[in-house]
């Protein structure tokens, strides 16, 4: 794995993204998000601060993750 500043460390985590999807299937609108998958270096500093970028339906019922 290359080595990282905090710096860069930060700079790589942050091209992690939300995308809003949004279709049209018939006669039915869907409008869903889907996170970037992240690199091995983006996973390792995630399990490391022992977070996770999933949200799941809880999660955003107790407002725990961010809507941009």
Same mark, same amino acid.
């Given at each position: 794995?290359? %080595?990282?500043?905090? &710096? +860069? ?5 942050? /091209?992690? %993204?939300?995308?809003?999807?949004? /279709? /049209? ?5 869907? %409008?869903?998000? =889907?996170? +970037? &998958?992240? +690199?091995?270096? $983006? &996973? ?11 949200? +799941? $339906? =809880?999660?955003? /019922?107790?407002?725990?993750? $961010?809507?941009?």
């Amino acid at each position: 794995m290359p %080595v990282h500043s905090f &710096q +860069t460390l930060l700079d790589d985590l942050a /091209t992690i %993204v939300k995308n809003r999807i949004s /279709t /049209t299937i018939g006669s039915k609108s869907l %409008v869903f998000d =889907k996170i +970037t &998958q992240p +690199t091995a270096i $983006q &996973q390792r500093a995630i399990d490391l601060l022992g977070m996770s970028i999933i949200c +799941t $339906q =809880k999660a955003w /019922t107790l407002n725990l993750c $961010q809507s941009h």
